[in-house]
């Protein structure tokens, strides 16, 4: 009985969508709008921009700025140039362009997480003079669609070990050792561990949950993945630190060039400082880590000296960002093949195959 209220649950939480969108298509038709109708039939199906995509916008942004070309013109060209889901939001973001509307406004009218850091981006480097903080944010875009990407390839080969090892469990060690337990036992020769013969039992009926549970598992990682709303503290830092050199640099004033750091970098507490300056509490904290006295030593100018030290705190969250990436992407999962392989091949050959060795010994 349970397991066909959990079916049930499960076939309508599905369709769900489905139903809903049925319900609404004959009142979209009866507006006359086809696209109407197309959106409500195909628009959950269609996921934001993906990093590589707002990466390709942000660039085409600063290829704009640098050949001093205006946004709205870059933005058709985008619009001509791409297909998708990129051609949709250059569009979009060029007919409100048109209708004189600042880049900000039609960026954050974007159905994204991102759309803040991109406008940020944008008017940073507007108040800089520079398209380099826009090619900067793009390749963190870049190198965080990467790292998702080997991230899945180096988990998949110990997911694959694991569902390998199950399914060998379930077809042929379970039938094995539950065909063979009745009769070897009563013949008082090899006998199998009592909790071996019980998991087999229990696989023999129950085999379908662990797969249930171990799909909902890789879906809740995917998903968290796929829509994550912010970088890693190091990467959020690290814009954060490049970008205020940046801004400093170009004489942008403190209080400006914090605040759109802050909003670049999607660190929350960066942007929830009161009153920002080089001498709040907060950069003097940030300062201080790296170890570089930030007054002015000789003839070394103060804005000289904190653009050098902001540079150096990017350079040191980038070394950590590496490190984490090395991490989780290379370190944990061959670790995790290791402990797997060896754990299926030690658990097989001690408790599977080792009592029938160590009954032929004897024999």
Known sequence: MFCHCFALWAVLSACSPLLLVASSFPLAYREGSFWTCWTLVFGFLVANLSDLQFASLLEEIASAMRGGIPL?????RLERNRLGRVSKTASMIA??????????SAVQSLDSSLATQVAASVSASEKANSPELIERFAAQLKRRSEYTRSLWFAWFYPLLLVVVGYGVAVFFLAPVIRGNTVRVNYNGEIAWADWVVATADWLQVNWVWPPIVFAVLCLLAYFALRWRDHF???????LFCSSLADQISHDVPDDVAIRSAAQLSGDSEMQSIGNPSMQSPEMEQILAQADIPAQAIGNVNQKQLTVSVLHYLAAMYAERSRRHVYLLSCLLPRIAMAV???GLAISYVWWVMGPIYRQVAQW
Not at 72 to 76: K, L, P, V, W
Not at 95 to 102: D, K, N, P, T
Not at 232 to 238: A, I, K, N, T
Request: without cysteine; neutral net charge; charged residues 30%.
């Open 95 to 104: 007919g409100r362009l048109e209708r004189g509307e600042s880049f900000d």
């Open 340 to 342: 797997i392989g060896g």
């Open 232 to 238: 890693p503290h190091s990467v959020r830092m690290g």
């Open 72 to 76: 709205a013109d870059s933005m058709r």
